[in-house]
Structures are given as structure tokens and as C-alpha cells.
């Protein structure tokens, strides 16, 4: 079993920065590709994912703004979001992109002036 903890959202300004962390606890494997996944009220996003071999993979929304790191030794995957935009307002969850797990209770990201 393995569960995701996501952490460092919060209230941003338009053209902000957030860094969010996601931590695994349990069965992690070095070997899953991992993703950040957004929530908003209509739909779920996937937002990018990384691979064990560190290739990444964005979203077109998110593209040259956001980037995935994972540091497997730590167990972690981060998310340095840069120049957020209103519509990036949602849930952030982590999970494996692999073989998807039982989602984390998620971090609010709210983009607003």
C-alpha cells in the first residue's frame, strides 16, 4: 500500500510561484512514472508527468511554466509552478501515473488578485 501526501499549495497572485511536494509513504516504486494531476469543478487534468528515467511530459496549459522533478531517495515528487494564471485555480493531487493508487487528500492552489 502506499498513500500521497501533497503540500505547499495556497493563494497566489496572478504571474506567482508555487512549489508543491508530494510525498509517498509505503510501497513506493522507483520504478512508476509519476504525475501531478489538477481537479477544478468541471474536470480533472492531468498536468505532467515524470518518468524514472526523468523524462517529463506537460500539458499544453502548463507548458514552459511548470516543471516535475522526483527524488526517489526521498521518495518525492515536486511541482515548481511559475507564472500561474487564474485557470490554474484547482486541486493538486500526485499519484502514479503507472499503476494509479488511492489519491491523496490533494492541495488547494488558488490563483486570484
Known amino acids: 500500500q502506499v498513500q500521497f501526501v501533497e503540500s505547499g499549495g495556497g493563494l497566489v497572485q496572478p504571474g506567482g510561484s508555487l512549489r508543491l511536494s508530494c510525498v509517498a509513504a509505503g510501497s513506493f516504486k522507483d520504478i512508476w512514472t509519476m504525475a501531478w494531476y489538477r481537479q477544478s469543478p468541471d474536470r480533472r487534468e492531468l498536468v505532467a508527468t515524470i518518468r524514472a528515467d526523468r523524462t517529463t511530459t506537460y500539458a499544453d496549459s502548463v507548458k514552459g511554466r511548470f516543471t516535475i522533478s522526483r527524488d526517489n531517495a526521498k521518495k518525492q515528487v515536486y511541482l515548481q509552478m511559475n507564472s500561474l494564471k487564474p485557470e490554474d485555480t484547482a486541486v493538486y493531487y500526485c499519484?502514479?501515473?503507472?499503476?494509479?493508487?488511492?489519491w491523496g487528500q490533494g492541495t488547494q492552489v488558488t490563483v486570484s488578485s
Open positions: 499519484n502514479s501515473y503507472t499503476s494509479t493508487r488511492s
